[in-house]
């Protein structure tokens, strides 16, 4: 029987072709309308160096990168071992690998492969034959991948020709050559890979994108004219996809000294008028806690994507953690309001990066979009369709207000009219120190008391208006398991699968972290009898950071641990048998 | 026979417009009040339009200017005048910028801002007023402040060398580069005239003593000190102001080098300008086409 979903890993060094093999693949499947996840990995080495690429491709819809791969691909086992635990074969798995690989295949050792069928291919040979070089052994193997999986082939041959398309006839002649090299190289082997071919109806195309991709185009869907940023591991993405089209959309961007002047810079874009915004990682954020609160006391909208990783300090610069949160939620000093979003997968950083400006304009406050590498620099289908969003603008004083402005004027939301410059009759000298409501400083504790009711009075109409969170599985449920940002994607999908074994488990995920949710959270609790945290940090932040918010039950579960390793479907899957078994233990001994 | 005598059309702006009815906080005598009457009468000479003006400091006593000035301002916070500046002229170039503040806030804390903004060569004018002290936070030693002086924070005497904030700027790129006292009106407001008209990064250092942590007499020793920058100073040759602005005896004022060269607007506005052809009215849908797959 054919399968309607593939996972695919190919492990390679630098120059093996492997991500651009991944990319092309990828491509072809969105051509096709496959839904497709694709997460890179790469070693220390700036370039050059082991990568490895994981590609997923169904016929369904999917939610996380596969967690054990169908086909594995290796160029060359000293780089595989170089990903020892990352890239993991399933039990009956298809290997391909370089026949003329110098480790004998007997010093292999993967444990998880006890039924896999080992299949040796001379990738290097082939390649020099049909194209007279070996530099073309990825283009041979999207070749035999096409053909022993049934992956998009046409499409598959349509990304060949694309990629060499441009190159002189001769080269793109000799890649075809070598993609029908490695069809007619699969044609030969005796094995039956029936069980993997990938059978689906072709569809419309769909959009392929990273996180850090949508939230560029989402802050230029907002209406962000103005970008200020400083390059990091792993948001750069942000940075390169607006230093491109910003300027064409009639924005301006520029690349700082550093992050505290990138913020500084983008609260000044927001002051003279301009939606403003920057992204950055853990140790970026870290440098602009200072300025957020400049942010949240002069009263700027201000947006601020963090792509976390491994921290503290420089930390895991490549890999995905949710360590930020209690810097998001209470960095920088004195009592600052601010709005943290958590976006949960691709087409989300779309929609929580354009929230993010809606609410920023609408609240005059900073909000930080707190996403993960994970879902950052991962590739995923999206379709085109859903990239809709309502765009709020700015509160600017009307005439009557304008006669006697005050620009921290006391109002029932705590939002005051925002006069920008250029404007007659509206002009204000604005203040980090405290000020009164013409903006003048004043430091008696009665005013302070005053303006700071009235900066927090914003967090209840962004808690009103924007309770964003997602309730996965049924409306009752024994377990429920509470995440955030990336980690919804393996829980949604272990949730299938523990939900057609039987289990009673449910899953709240918030899209916003503060202010946060809480009536939904306090109504979810009542809907299941056991909750269980699953985060990728190791103190539980999200688990701590509520339980100043609201009573958890003392046999609340809390799974957290370091990041490094995306949660996996697997995971999710244990920690949940292993409450169960747990809750059962308990029961039984009440009985 | 009568002679017409024509009335000279009064300016729309006096320099009083550009005073805010906000009473500085700054010490009887402080060198500060002359820097903000000279910023009144330049904004007045150039008829700026106090809405399309904005003010930025960072924190100082300084930098509370910003409050004084009847335009827009933004007081913000210790060392970051410069980057909220560039944000401002940068998605803003229309409206007129000038960035304010001391020795402490310009030199230690935002030194790095002092470094990049001179040399993107943005269209503001930053004026720095240099006091050789922190005064706000009563009395340490400022990166001006003389080697061997003694402060609240150099009991012994202060063990640093100092550095002089022009000789920083002309190094950093900075296209205009002046130093001014703020004991001598005249020359401060036509200093302050031809940064704030100058098309580049402009740096004004002024000379504006504190009395009552430097001393009463800092007036008196810098007024005898005062020296112009001899006739036919070639501005435009970098070098040659080194050797003013490393005298000790004497303090010499005016525009110490002047260059023209593209600002970082020109460059920005020549590159948007291209990227927008043939993205008129670029739609999200437009932009989304990209991740369309290609073949």
Known sequence: MPTRDLTLAMVGSGGDGVVTMGEMMAQAGARDGLNVIKVEAYGPQIRGGESSCVLRMSAEPISAQGDAVDVLVVFNWADFTRFKGEVVPKADAVILYEASDPTPLA???????????????????????????????????????????????????????????????????????????????????????????????????????????????????????FFAGYPITPSSEVLHFLSEWLPRAGGRIIQTEDELSALGAIIGGSFAGVKSMTSTSGPGLSLMAEMLGLAAMAEVPTVIVDVQRGGPSTGLPTKSEQSDLYLAVFGSHGDMPRIVLAPTDVED??????????????????????????????????????????????????????????????????????????????????????????????????????????????????????????????????????????????????????????????????????????????EYMASVKTLVFLEVNFVGQLYHYLRTLVDLPADTRVFARSGGMNLSVTEVKNRIESVLSETTVREEVRA | ??????????????????????????????????????????????????????????????????????????????????????????????????????????????????????????????????????????????????????????????????????????????????????????????????????????????????????????FKVMKAKLRSLPEGYDRTNRAAAVPYLREKEVLTTGVLYEAHEPSLLDRLEGQRTNAMVGHENLTTEQVLEVFKPPF
């Open chain 1, 349 to 522: 950083c779309f929609h929580a990066t354009v929230d993010a400006f809606n609410i920023a304009e609408e609240t005059q406050l900073p909000v930080i979009v707190l996403s993960d590498q994970a879902i950052g620099q991962s590739r995923q289908t999206v379709e085109k369709a859903n990239l809709v969003h309502e765009v709020v603008d700015r509160r600017t004083p009307n005439a009557e207000e304008l006669a006697d402005y005050k620009r921290y004027a006391q109002t029932p939301t705590g939002v005051s009219p925002m006069s920008v410059p250029g404007t007659k009759g509206g002009m204000y000298q604005t203040n980090g120190l405290e000020h009164d409501e013409t903006a003048r400083p004043a430091s008696s504790h009665v005013m302070h008391e005053k303006m700071s009711r009235k900066r927090f009075k914003k967090l209840d109409f962004v808690e009103e208006k924007y309770p964003l969170f997602v309730h996965l599985g049924p409306e009752k449920a024994d377990i429920g398991i509470v995440c955030w940002g990336s980690s919804k994607g393996p829980v949604e999908e272990a949730l299938k699968e523990l939900a057609a074994k039987g289990v009673s488990v449910s899953a709240f995920v918030p899209r916003i972290i503060m202010p946060f949710p809480k009536k939904a959270l306090l």
């Open chain 1, 107 to 225: 010093e292999v050792k993967i444990p998880t492969a006890t039924n896999a069928t080992w299949i040796p291919v001379p990738f290097v040979d082939i390649a020099t034959k049909a194209t007279g070089t070996k530099a073309a052994k990825n283009i041979v193997t999207l070749g035999i991948l096409a053909e022993l999986f049934a992956i998009p082939q046409e499409s598959v041959r349509k990304a060949v020709e694309f990629k060499f398309g441009k190159k002189k006839a001769a080269v793109l002649e000799a890649n075809l050559k070598g993609f029908a090299a490695g069809r007619e190289f699969a044609g030969t082997l005796s094995v039956d890979t029936s069980a993997r071919k990938l059978e689906y109806v072709i569809r419309d195309p769909k959009l392929v994108m990273t996180g850090n991709e949508a939230c560029a185009v989402a802050a230029l869907h907002a209406g962000c004219r």
């Open chain 2, 1 to 218: 026979m009568s002679s017409v005598v024509e009335t000279p059309a009064l300016p729309r702006f006096q320099p009083g417009d550009y005073k805010s009815d906000l009473k500085p906080v700054w010490c009887a005598g402080c060198g500060d009040f002359g820097v903000v009457s000279a910023m009144y009468r330049a904004m007045a000479e150039l008829q700026l339009e106090p809405w399309n003006t904005v003010v930025v400091s960072g924190i100082g006593c300084s930098s509370r200017l910003p409050g004084y000035v009847e335009a827009y301002g933004f007081n913000s916070v210790h060392g970051r005048a410069l980057p909220i500046a560039t944000g401002i002229k940068v998605a803003k170039p229309e409206l007129n910028v000038v960035a304010v503040g001391g020795d402490g806030d310009g030199l230690a804390i935002g030194g790095n801002h002092f470094l990049h903004a001179s040399r993107r060569n943005l269209d503001i004018c930053y004026v720095l007023m240099d006091n050789e002290i922190y005064g706000l936070t009563k009395g340490q030693a400022a990166p001006t402040t003389p080697s061997g002086d003694k402060t609240k924070s150099t009991y012994f005497g202060n063990p640093e060398p100092s550095v002089d904030p022009c000789e920083l700027a002309i190094s950093f790129g900075a296209t205009w580069v002046a130093r001014g006292f703020s004991g001598d009106m005249k020359s401060l407001v036509d200093l302050m005239v031809a940064g704030m008209s100058h098309h580049g990064f402009a740096f004004l250092n002024v000379m504006s003593p504190c009395v009552t942590w430097r001393g009463d007499d800092q």
